[in-house]
């Protein structure tokens, strides 16, 4: 798995990352670093970088964003509230950072432009949540997933343009989730901390199959797993399971 994929649900984006808890402004990227020298982190809070979206290279679902757009962007993720599990309805921190950086593309060595953030969890008001980012991090499992709209979509192989919550698009876009498009000057909502289930077989579990399913299930009421939905594979249960634990203990 690469350090960051990207998804959509219900005319949504999901950005995901690796995120990595930190305790010293020199631990954080570069620019993040500057942008805080001098500066205290407070030991109450449990801090979590995180490196983002890359833009000017298409992904393997075929997004797109410009420079441009990153930039018309990042300013809307400071301030939004980040919580477990994409639970809007239960924040446990807030973004406080963010830098649009240009990192070093590792197969061309181009210069490409990403957006790193910083955020917090409230440590104190929740300590069930900031030791189980800790553990994850620990063990190399702990992920963001920022959750984003647009201006607009665009199909890079006709060029047409359409408003973000169009009604129709064109036979590209239609015929195919993985067709090339851009996402116009993206707007932030805020993130999600993604934990992978514990259970033995899921040593090396696929974060992506964890990100989508707390996304498509959020919104629902924790039930018992005998009223899970049917049809499902043995990861997409356990995966299931595995969230409406950290629901019921974390939350």
């Avoid at 990227?29 to 407070?42: D, M, Q, S, T």
């Avoid at 649009?100 to 409230?122: F, N």
């Avoid at 920022?146 to 169009?166: F, I, P, R, S, V």
Wanted: hydrophobic fraction near 40%; include cysteine; aromatic fraction near 12%.
């Amino acid at each position: 798995m690469s350090e960051a994929f990207v998804f959509e649900r219900n005319n949504k984006v999901y950005l995901n990352a690796v995120a990595r808890i930190i305790s010293d402004p020199e631990d954080l990227p570069r620019e993040l670093a500057f942008a805080l020298k001098g500066k205290r982190l407070n030991p109450a809070f449990v801090w979590v970088s995180g490196r983002y979206v890359q833009g000017e290279q298409m992904n393997t679902n075929g997004q797109f964003w410009t420079t441009d757009d990153l930039k018309a962007g990042e300013y809307s993720i400071q301030y939004t509230p980040l919580n477990v599990l994409h639970e809007w309805q239960y924040p446990i921190g807030t973004f406080v950072e963010t830098k649009l950086v240009h990192r070093e593309a590792a197969a061309e060595g181009e210069l490409l432009p990403e957006i790193q953030a910083l955020s917090l969890i409230w440590a104190s008001n929740f300590p069930q949540v900031a030791d189980a980012a800790r553990d994850a991090h620990d063990k190399g499992k702990l992920w963001y997933s920022m959750e984003c709209t647009g201006e607009a979509k665009q199909c890079l192989t006709c060029n047409n343009t359409y408003e973000w919550a169009a009604a129709r698009f064109c036979a590209h876009l239609e015929g195919s989730k993985t067709a090339p498009r851009r996402f116009i000057n993206p707007v932030f909502h805020g993130g999600a901390l993604i934990f992978p289930p514990v259970e033995p077989g899921w040593a090396d579990a696929d974060i992506e199959e964890v990100a989508k399913a707390a996304r498509e299930y959020a919104d629902r009421s924790p039930v018992a797993y005998s009223q899970l939905p049917g049809g499902l594979s043995d990861n997409e249960r356990i995966a299931l399971e595995h969230l409406y634990k950290l629901r019921s203990t974390q939350l």
